[in-house]
């Protein structure tokens, strides 16, 4: 029998053909399939016409973006109508700048202080009638090297210092015709300074506005010292007072910005002698808040008694006063202070003096608490000092006689509103590069032959 499988010509034919047949409906398969992706490439590029031309009419498009959105639909349809339509800004404060006003603004009325200072003026705003206080800055030395730090320390200090017992600062306008290297402050104006107000004063504050104006300007000095601001030159002449019973620190022209720990390189050339801490007549270049402090006290014991209470005639004799009135410096009170560039060559005596004891004598009326805070101010030793914060809170404020309110002050006749005469005469301000060295100094005879007596007599000072 014959194989089924057997190749045989008709096979070879049969199976040639099929083969054939095969190929062909591949063929036909592949060219079918090439056809509907063309017209389906045909179809997307019309579609991509139709929607550019759409989007290009009417700006919006429902094809996804290449930036992927970040926001809901709704926000991009917002903000797609919004566009066409104003938006309101958001609007805050910010300091901006603009070209100073010119000092001719101003229609000068009188000098405030004449001879010495000659640069404070009372003056009217002609265009709205306000009375103002213009201070001329000094400007020696700017013609070499630009604006004097100074005077813009001044500025900037003033102008972060807002606050109900800081003198406030209006306006900075430059000189006649614009010119730029006179620049002028201008202030909100009292009628009276604390020390020309007191050499007119029969009596001294009474105890209960001695509280009032105390409280007043360590309301002021926390403020400072919160922000970082040293005055550096606190005294009665730079404490202005309205008729209202309110006083505000002036004269910023010492001041300046310090951090904590503060520069060690400071200059110890701050701070009226009368006023000037026993640290800074030593020489420290490290000193902090705490020389405010010393002022504070100062100016504490001069409203109780209408008179400067540390009058030195130079710096040995400030120190001098000092010591007799503060006790004389131990390592023991005061760690350290032997360091001090001028204390190595000072000769001091052995005394048990105690602080306090020659403040009491010399206070009588003031009460215990009232002792102890003018004591505790004038610390030798600076960390022994209250803080301003401290000094609010001291228990001297809280008894009897209470601190008089503003509004029940008396009112005075105002020097400053018309031509007046030169203040008396008292320490200026200390002047860059005026310090000398002191040299050695014999404290020794400072208590002699007084040791059992609480005041009394003077003392002796001499330069070995
Ligand atoms: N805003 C003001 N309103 C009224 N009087 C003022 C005002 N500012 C200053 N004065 C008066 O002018 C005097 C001098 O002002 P200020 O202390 O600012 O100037 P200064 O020349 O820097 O003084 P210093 O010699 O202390 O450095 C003050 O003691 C005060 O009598
Ligand atoms: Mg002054």
Redesign the pocket.
């Known amino acids: 029998m014959v194989s089924r499988w057997a190749d045989d010509d008709e096979d070879a034919a049969l199976e040639a053909q099929r083969k054939k047949e095969k190929e062909e409906k591949k063929r036909a398969k592949a060219e079918k399939q090439r056809k509907a992706e063309e017209a389906e490439k045909r179809r997307q590029q019309q579609q991509q016409q139709q929607e550019a031309a759409a989007e290009s009419t009417n700006g919006s498009s429902e094809r996804p973006s290449k930036r992927r959105r970040l926001s809901a639909d709704q926000a991009t349809t917002t903000e797609d109508d919004s566009a066409s339509q104003p938006r309101p800004l958001l609007r805050f404060d910010a300091p901006s700048w603009g070209p100073a006003r010119s000092v001719e603004n101003f229609e000068r009325l009188n000098h405030?202080?004449e001879g010495?200072?000659g640069?404070?003026s009372?003056a009217r705003e002609i265009a709205t009638g306000e009375i103002?206080?213009i201070?001329r800055m000094?400007m020696e030395g700017s013609e070499h090297s630009g604006f004097p730090v100074t005077a813009l320390r001044e500025i900037q200090t003033l102008n972060a210092a807002r606050h109900r017992h800081i003198?406030e600062l209006r306006e900075v306008v430059n000189g006649e015709g614009g010119k730029v290297e006179d620049v002028y402050l201008v202030?909100?104006?009292?009628?009276?300074?604390l020390?020309?107000l007191m050499e007119d004063m029969e009596e001294p504050f009474l105890p209960s506005e001695v509280k009032t104006l105390m409280l007043q300007l360590g309301s002021a000095v926390e403020f400072l010292h919160d922000r970082w601001i040293l005055h550096r030159?606190l005294?009665t002449?730079?404490i202005?007072m309205n008729n209202r019973g309110e006083i505000?620190i002036?004269?910023?022209?010492?001041a300046r910005f310090c951090g904590n720990p503060p520069p060690s390189n400071l200059t110890q050339l701050v701070v009226?002698l009368w006023y000037r801490s026993p640290e800074l007549l030593l020489g420290t270049t490290t000193y902090d808040s705490s020389v405010d402090m010393w002022s504070t006290g100062c100016i504490f014991g001069e409203l109780l008694t209408k008179d400067p209470l540390l009058q030195g005639k130079n710096e040995v004799d400030q120190l001098s006063k000092i010591f007799e009135l503060c006790g004389i410096p131990t390592e023991e009170i005061w760690p350290g202070f032997r360091k001090l560039p001028n204390a190595r060559s000072l000769r001091l005596p052995r005394t048990t003096q105690t602080t306090g004891s020659v403040i009491r004598s010399k206070f009588p009326f003031l009460t215990t608490a009232g002792n102890a805070l003018l004591a505790t101010l004038l610390s030798l030793n600076p960390a022994k000092r209250p803080s301003a914060s401290e000094l609010l809170a001291h228990p001297y404020f809280r008894e009897d006689p209470r601190p008089k309110s503003t509004a029940m002050f008396p009112t005075f006749p105002s020097k400053?509103g018309q031509e007046r005469r030169r203040?008396q005469a008292t320490p200026?301000?200390p002047i860059r590069g005026e310090g000398k060295a002191m040299g050695d100094v014999d404290f020794s005879g400072i208590f002699a032959g007084r040791e059992n007596e609480d005041v009394g007599g003077g003392f002796q000072l001499k330069l070995i």
């Open positions: 405030i202080e010495s200072y640069y404070v009372r103002v206080a201070k000094k003198v202030m909100e104006f009292l009628e009276h300074d020390k020309t030159d005294k002449s730079n202005l505000k002036a004269d910023f022209g010492m009226t400053a203040r200026n301000a």
